[in-house]
């Protein structure tokens, strides 16, 4: 995983390999596109402070997200805090948990990790600035081979992703009985 600097602004950037617990069988697939900036430099998966993923996720687990040491800060390293539209609709206030500790409760739960996209360039941080001919894929269906327990796919960053998603899938999307999609 990682980033290498590039010519007019892009980056080249390679994702995570995908995270499943060593025992638990998973029964879902959340994906992302691509990690973030912010994530590659921390080596975690949804790292920035607003975005909404961990924050959701601790919620529905029943904890709340740890600040990383040093506390929120912004690209420009700024000290900063979570969102007010994700704060003020959090249920739980604690137990907080660091990153491992999210991720060890979210694999325990039956949840795997991974990214659409294996490689991309991309100017900045967001889906949009993907130059989508440069996109490659995560062996996705390989992953469900693998692993047969997993019964459903989760796009977490949205339209982007489920759009790339389809667009590298689609011979395995026509595939009488591999998928049933949600109404």
């Known amino acids: ?3 290498t600097l ?5 980056d080249s950037l390679v994702s995570f390999p995908p995270v499943v617990h060593p025992i638990k069988v998973p029964h879902t697939l959340i994906c992302g596109t691509v990690p973030s900036i912010n994530s590659l430099e921390r080596g975690q998966y949804f790292a920035t402070h607003s975005n909404a993923f ?29 969102p007010l539209f994700i704060e003020e609709n959090l249920l739980h206030k604690e137990p ?41 894929p995560n062996d996705i269906r390989g992953l469900c081979e693998r692993y047969p327990s ?22 395995w999307l026509k595939t009488k009985g591999a998928f049933t999609f949600a109404e």
């Open 96 to 136: 907080l948990l660091e990153y491992e500790q999210q991720l060890q409760a979210l694999l325990e739960a039956g949840y795997a990790l991974w990214d659409v996209l294996g490689t991309c360039q991309r100017s900045g941080s967001t889906d949009t600035k993907i130059k989508a001919q440069s996109a490659v």
């Open 54 to 82: 961990w924050h959701i996720v601790a919620d529905a687990l029943g904890h709340r997200r740890k600040a990383p040491e040093g506390g929120w800060r912004t690209k420009n390293g700024t000290p900063t805090r979570i």
């Open 150 to 171: 997993i019964r459903r796919i989760c796009f977490a960053s949205g339209a982007s992703t489920a759009t790339f998603f389809r667009r590298f899938n689609e011979e």
């Open 6 to 10: 590039g010519a007019n602004g892009y």
């Open 1 to 3: 995983p990682g980033r």
